[in-house]
């Protein structure tokens, strides 16, 4: 199993969580991103690829490099969706398992929302980040891992 991570909008302490549990599993991580992004140790069995700056060259490099039984932490719903469809398992940074049978109903959600902010009608997201969110993702990439790591 590799563990990747859509790296550029993942939140330190998610990166860092994930590092640390991996690191206890001898479990390799890729972070991909459009960016150098700064980690607070080396480890050894982290990756760290920097992809094009056009938009999506780490979705793409992600999409065409992870493999089932992979992890991949992301928000990027059409990532999510491009990732399940290969039967990757695919989580996002706040405690959700991206499905199958949901991942549409998210698509189409995602291009609502984007459709209200582009009128106007829906602005401020609160993006806050704390110990209950990191928590969640604890939670569930646990659960996901030892799910993977078992198959």
Same mark, same amino acid.
């Given at each position: 199993? @590799? #563990?990747?991570?859509? +790296?550029?909008?993942?939140?330190?302490?998610?990166?860092?969580?994930?590092?640390?549990?991996?690191?206890?599993?001898? #479990?390799?991580?890729?972070?991909?991103?459009?960016?150098?992004?700064?980690?607070?140790?080396?480890?050894?069995?982290?990756?760290?690829?920097?992809?094009?700056? !056009?938009?999506?060259? /780490?979705?793409?490099?992600? #999409?065409?490099? /992870?493999?089932?039984?992979?992890?991949?932490?992301?928000?990027?719903?059409?990532?999510?969706?491009?990732?399940?469809?290969?039967?990757? +398992? @695919?989580?996002?940074?706040?405690?959700?398992?991206? =499905?199958?049978?949901?991942? %549409?109903?998210?698509?189409? =959600?995602? !291009?609502?929302?984007? %459709?209200?902010?582009?009128?106007?009608?829906?602005?401020?997201?609160?993006?806050?980040?704390?110990?209950?969110?990191?928590? /969640?993702?604890?939670?569930?990439?646990?659960? =996901?891992? %030892?799910?993977?790591? /078992? %198959?």
């Amino acid at each position: 199993m @590799t #563990v990747w991570i859509d +790296a550029d909008s993942c939140p330190r302490t998610v990166r860092e969580y994930i590092l640390n549990y991996t690191d206890t599993h001898n #479990v390799p991580v890729v972070f991909a991103a459009n960016r150098v992004i700064p980690v607070q140790k080396p480890y050894h069995h982290l990756t760290s690829v920097v992809c094009g700056k !056009e938009s999506g060259a /780490a979705d793409d490099y992600i #999409v065409e490099h /992870a493999v089932p039984g992979d992890l991949v932490i992301t928000r990027d719903i059409p990532l999510a969706d491009r990732l399940i469809k290969k039967d990757i +398992a @695919t989580i996002n940074d706040r405690g959700s398992v991206f =499905e199958k049978e949901t991942i %549409q109903k998210r698509l189409k =959600e995602r !291009e609502f929302s984007m %459709q209200l902010a582009q009128i106007g009608l829906i602005g401020y997201k609160d993006n806050t980040f704390g110990k209950k969110e990191l928590s /969640a993702f604890a939670t569930c990439f646990d659960r =996901e891992f %030892q799910r993977l790591a /078992a %198959q």
